[in-house]
């Protein structure tokens, strides 16, 4: 297919006359996907020739590519072409420039989840970047960050302002040809968050992104690279909301981490992508690559992660633990009520000297859920005194649903000592009738239970989250007892 | 490209063997396994272990007109006489009639498969090629409420020398309802010619029925084999199987056990003991079909020299199967930089009254444990075989058939020192 | 304040309660004793609401309310708490947090505001010292790792701070060594008053040395064989159970 990629114009009306509808006015690209439209996508944020190339080379990828199957989830075949993978708030010009201009009802929902964007951005200090349907609505505390030196816009920004960090670090944890959602993300993704944190910097606040699909059939394809340079700290948090709609949307990240020498990087993210209705109905697909390369020796890269959305994920953040000494965690907390469907586990790749791990997953399984822990732990044999301990336990609540875990050990270092432990039980009606004897309600020792199965991991989240991540929790299993 | 196992070889050798009452059998065999083939490393049960080897051993053999050769009395006796068993032995491929006549006057019945009307499984891909390629096999039975005295061996002996030799076994064992009854299974080859052999064992335990059951694997170092053992068991029926690898080059074990009937439970445990570039897999897979049911397992390997052990255990408590407890353990000791050890322990629980467990340590031996050792004088060699021994014994000790454990335990102990010397060629 | 008439109930389809009847009166403390499988601690659970038990027939009045219509958390708000002998572990639920999440479900249902976490924890200190307490308790997971001991005195400590209507303590004693024996008595003697009442479920005498029951009763196969006053325990603790169990059956 010749194109003439300045040409943007001439493709969209090519198209039309192929039947798709096209509304100039619009800020979505018609469904389907071509190189026409990843050329119009990297048009539309005016980027420079070296992404659009990397762009195209992933899409050509893709097309050869078959939808992975080996999860253990179950799911109406994607129709990719029905799919839009471009959709930005009403027009360029209209764009907020504050939270206060920020559409009330976003806040309004917001507030619903509990999330008072405007109160947390101010008492919290934290700084948002909320993606609102793949283009950043508000940034704030740039000022302070910049002081800092810390680099945190959106990923087009950032690929504006700093091509030669973006080239360089872009796909060097992921790679383009990882898997096949991936390499979707990587033909056509949207926006995103770029962190970048200087050598000796720690980043003097939380950084805080909110996703949040709204379009009806948009994909979202989010991007997002932190860098974290030698002796630098940092801590970020995701949170990811969907209102309901009927259809299934498609929701596949990237998230790629780099821990250069001594660095830091601590990854917190509490997920509530709208699950579809008790019947199964709706819901995001949330296949989400996320993976953190600890660069450096003594670097540290920790996932924690909260899932109580989607109707189905498929998601193992992971950790390349290549420098000496390096240090990977992942603590994890997955729910699954009603009809859905998570698959999510991590992967700890132990490469340099003395590198541990160490992961700990909770999956609660109520309704006609499904919920598997897959892992993989892989010591390669010049990994000399790796360790790693994993505890992964799963509590069921009601006879409908499933509890599976497959974890993956795979060791060639003598020196190794790895420790796996699972668990799989219901809440026990000896536990349940001690906290009614103490007077507190079925409902709420349930939850108290449930916390407290969860607690190893909800402390390794920052404050204002666990709490969150707590009423979260309780909603999510509203009605799956009694 | 990796080979392929070629068909018409294979219908070739079908067609050669003797018209008995298998031949219908095999040919439908012949037919799936044309259309399966083999399975391959994208087959998430054969990840860990690629048959290439033993695909190429399986077409120099058919190749080469696929022969059986006669296995010597000697190396029969060398392993009947170490165990006090009632022996039936199949020499490579061939079910040895005089061992039958043996249990003319016994409450065991036993019939040549091709004489009996048993459907033979056939489900997983060794299991078709199993059948395509059988001479013959044994249909054992324990009528109902016998308790069988003394233990009934299963030798399956195979020899190799100047060609490359292939057999396929098979055994069905049924426990009639109430009855009893003790098992010694164990694999013996000689030859350096390449071998591969490809057993399976049918056992069925009607309600209430009781099996121990010892699996002992031997062969010779440059021999293949593959192995699987389907176990249904009734109501209130038992279990009990211990296994035991310590010899052979690239071994996949099966075992696979549905508990069926309320209230049936199992107990199993194996011990795999690797060096040299010995490739070691066992697979284990306990289905809860109802509740109440247990099943509880603890394997333990160590990989010395190159080699690599795999350990897949699979508990699947099914829909309504409540009351379930599944539990399972897995240790290994990794000695050396060029071994490796794989271990997967996977639970699917698709019910809610149950309770299921697992876990799997992978580490070097005990340095402290070792330094101790050495300050009460032994050198650290002889530090190292004691605690090795002592990791192994766990399997040795928690084996039923009390009667042949000392004889195993002394296999095991030479086993493990073999290894510490790296295997004197 | 709690009465009991020909209670019947059984576990597993097994009966255990056969035709049991108690008047328990605010201000009394009863002891219940008997050998083991007497049907002690089925009694307990079944004044608890525990609904693994299944009561066949027979009545359980509080304060003159059927009781068998509650639910346990029911119950427990009313005033009834149960002493747990086998007390169950909670992993990761802080043991503080259930304990003001339970007074505070009772202040609810009794038309009081509920009180902040800075008042609570500083009741639940001074519980803590009258009972010779380590205030880390209140940290820890909900038994998590408590010895037999701790997990004991963690009853009495929850007992002192929901200062309870009725409360039964089933073999509260067993497994203590002398001082928390002690500790144990001075938390259930610290609470009798005109109001309240308070049944002992116990097998030795040992803890009536430190609690002094108005009443003792003898439970043999599933109901009270005998009655008395304190005096009852030690001729018990000399004539042993067999004694009774002849009498009753003379």
Redesign the interface.
Same mark, same amino acid.
């Given at each position: 297919m010749a194109t003439d990629p300045d040409n943007i114009e001439n493709l969209v009306n090519r198209r039309y006359r192929h039947g798709f509808v096209t509304d100039i006015e619009s800020d979505s690209l018609p469904p389907g996907l071509d190189e026409g439209v990843v050329r119009a996508i990297s048009a539309r944020k005016n980027e420079p020739e070296f992404m659009l190339e990397w762009r195209l080379r992933a899409y050509r990828h893709w097309r050869k590519l078959k939808e992975p199957t080996w999860a253990h989830v179950h799911y109406p075949a994607i129709d990719y072409d029905a799919i839009s993978y471009f959709s930005a708030p009403k027009s360029d010009a209209d764009r907020p420039k504050s939270l206060d201009e920020v559409d009330p009802k976003l806040l309004e929902t917001y507030d619903k989840l509990g999330i008072p964007l405007h109160e947390r951005a101010r008492l919290a200090g934290v700084a948002v970047d909320a993606v609102f349907d793949s283009v950043s609505v508000a940034t704030t505390f740039k000022a302070k960050l910049a002081e800092a030196g810390v680099i945190f816009c959106p990923f087009s920004e950032a690929v504006q302002k700093h091509p030669e960090l973006v080239q360089k670090y872009l796909g060097s944890v992921v790679p383009q040809r990882d898997n096949f959602f991936a390499t979707l993300n990587s033909a056509v993704f949207s926006d995103g968050s770029f962190v970048y944190i200087p050598k000796g910097v720690r980043c003097p606040m939380e950084l805080s992104t909110y996703f949040r699909i709204n379009a009806a059939n948009t994909g979202q394809f989010e991007r997002t690279l932190i860098i974290a340079d030698e002796d630098s700290h940092v801590s970020y948090l995701e949170g990811c909301t969907a209102p309901m709609r009927d259809e299934n949307q498609l929701h596949a990240a990237v998230v790629e981490l780099v821990a250069l020498k001594n660095a830091r990087i601590k990854y917190s993210t509490v997920q509530n992508w709208y699950p579809g209705d008790e019947n199964g109905v709706g819901g995001i697909y949330n296949f989400v690559t996320k993976r953190g390369d600890c660069r450096g020796a003594n670097s540290k890269i920790s996932w924690t992660q909260v899932e109580t959305g989607s109707a189905i994920t498929w998601k193992y953040p992971s950790c390349i633990l290549r420098g000496d000494n390096s240090v990977g965690e992942f603590y994890s907390v997955a729910v699954a009520n009603n009809y859905q469907q998570a698959d999510t586990g991590t992967k700890m790749i132990h490469i340099g000297r003395n590198t541990s791990s160490t992961i700990v997953s909770k999956g609660i399984s109520a309704g006609h859920a499904q919920n598997a822990y897959r892992g993989l732990v892989r010591v390669m044999p010049q990994a000399a005194g790796a360790r790693n301990h994993t505890q992964c336990d799963s509590l069921l609540i009601g006879k409908d649903c499933g509890a599976h875990t497959f974890p993956y050990m795979e060791i060639k270092n003598p020196s190794a000592r790895i420790e796996h432990e699972a668990t799989t039980s219901k809440i026990?009606?000896? #536990?349940l009738?001690?906290?009614? #004897?103490? &007077?507190?309600? $079925?409902e709420?020792?349930v939850n108290?239970?449930v916390? &407290?199965?969860?607690? $190893?991991v909800f402390k390794e989240l920052p404050m204002e989250f666990a709490v969150e991540a707590q009423n979260l929790l309780n909603v999510s299993l509203e009605g799956a007892v009694g | 490209m990796k080979p392929l196992l070629s068909i018409d070889a294979v219908r070739t050798a079908v067609q050669q063997l003797p018209d008995n009452g298998l031949a219908a059998a095999r040919l439908a065999a012949l037919t799936r396994l044309d259309a399966d083939g083999l399975p391959t490393a994208t087959h998430e049960d054969w990840k860990y272990t690629d048959l290439t080897r033993i695909v190429d051993v399986s077409n120099r053999w058919l190749a080469a007109g696929a022969t059986t050769m006669p296995v010597a009395d000697a190396a029969v006796a060398a392993i009947t006489d170490q165990f006090a068993a009632s022996w039936l032995v199949i020499r490579n491929g061939m079910v040895d009639a005089r061992s039958i006549a043996k249990f003319a006057q016994s409450d065991v019945r036993i019939d040549l498969l091709s004489a009996s009307d048993k459907a033979l499984e056939c489900d997983a891909p060794l299991s078709g090629l199993n059948v395509a390629l059988l001479q013959d096999g044994l249909a054992i039975r324990i009528p109902a409420n016998i308790e069988h005295a003394g233990t009934v061996g299963l030798l399956f002996i195979d020899h190799a020398a100047a060609d490359v030799g292939v057999s396929q076994a098979r055994i069905v064992i049924e426990l009639e309802g109430g009855s009893a009854a003790d098992f010694i299974e164990y694999h013996s080859s000689t030859g350096d010619a390449a071998h591969y052999a490809n057993t399976v064992i049918e056992l069925r335990l009607a309600d209430g029925a009781r099996c121990n059951y010892v699996r002992v694997q031997d062969r010779q170092a440059g021999h293949d084999q593959t192995g699987r053992l389907t176990a249904t068991l009734g109501a209130d029926s038992r279990l009990q199987h211990a296994a035991f690898d310590l010899g052979g080059n690239l071994v996949r074990n099966d075992l696979d056990i549905k508990l069926v009937g309320r209230g049936s439970a199992t107990s199993f445990s194996g011990l795999y003991l690797a060096g040299r570039e010995q490739h070691v897999d066992n697979h284990t897979r306990v289905d809860h079909l109802v509740g109440p049911t247990h099943s509880e397992q603890e394997y333990r390997g160590i990989a010395a020299d190159a080699a690599r052990c795999v350990w897949n255990g699979k508990a699947v408590v099914h829909r309504g199967a409540d009351g379930t407890n599944a539990r399972q353990a897995n240790h290994n000791l990794l000695l050396s930089a060029a071994a490796e050890i794989d271990a997967k322990p996977e639970l699917e629980i698709y019910a809610d009254d149950v309770k299921a467990s697992h876990g799997t340590t992978i580490g070097e031996l005990d340095q402290g444990a070792l330094f101790y050792l050495r300050t009460r004088g032994l050198d650290e060699a002889a530090a190292r075989c004691l605690l090795m021994r002592a990791f192994a014994e766990k399997i040795v000790v928690r084996s039923p058939l009390p009667a042949i454990r000392q004889t195993i335990s002394e296999k095991v102990a030479e086993r493990v020192a073999a290894l510490i010397v790296g295997d004197a060629k | 304040m709690l009465e009991i008439k020909n209670l019947n109930a059984s576990i597993g389809g097994s009966e255990i309660l056969r035709g049991l009847s108690l008047c328990v009166r605010a201000g009394e403390v009863h002891a219940i004793m008997g050998p083991n499988g007497s049907g002690k601690s089925t009694l307990a659970q079944v004044v608890?609401?525990?609904?693994?038990y299944v009561v066949n027939s027979g009545s359980l009045l509080f304060d003159g309310q059927d009781l068998l219509a509650l639910?346990?958390?029911e !119950?427990? !708000?009313r005033g009834i708490?149960?002493g747990?002998q086998y007390?169950?572990e909670?992993?990761?639920?802080?043991n503080a947090?259930?304990?003001k999440?339970?007074f505070n479900? !009772?202040r609810k249902?009794a038309g009081l505001s509920e009180i902040d976490a800075f008042e609570f924890l500083k009741l639940a200190k001074e519980k803590m010292a009258m009972l010779d307490m380590d205030p880390k308790f209140l940290n820890r997971?909900?038994n998590e790792g408590f010895s037999g001991g701790e997990k004991k005195r963690n009853e009495i400590l929850?007992m002192a701070i929901?200062e309870p209507r009725l409360a039964v303590l089933d073999e509260t004693d067993s497994g203590l060594d002398i001082d928390a024996l002690r500790a144990v008595a001075n938390g259930v003697n610290a609470l009798r008053g005109p109001d309240r009442a308070i049944i002992l479920v116990t097998h030795y005498q040992r803890l009536l040395d430190y609690i002094e029951p108005d009443f003792v009763h003898v439970l043999s196969d599933g109901r009270i064989v005998r009655s008395g006053d304190k005096s009852l325990a030690p001729e018990l603790e000399e004539k042993g159970y067999d004694w009774l169990r002849e009498a009753a059956n003379a």
């Open positions: 026990s009606a000896d #536990q009738f001690y906290c009614r #004897q103490r &007077g507190i309600a $079925e709420d020792a108290m239970i916390n &407290g199965f969860c607690k $190893e | - | 608890a609401g525990n609904d693994a639910e346990p958390e !119950r427990a !708000r708490f149960l747990f007390p169950v909670i992993p990761g639920v802080n947090y259930l304990l999440a339970a479900a !009772r249902h997971g909900v929850q929901l």
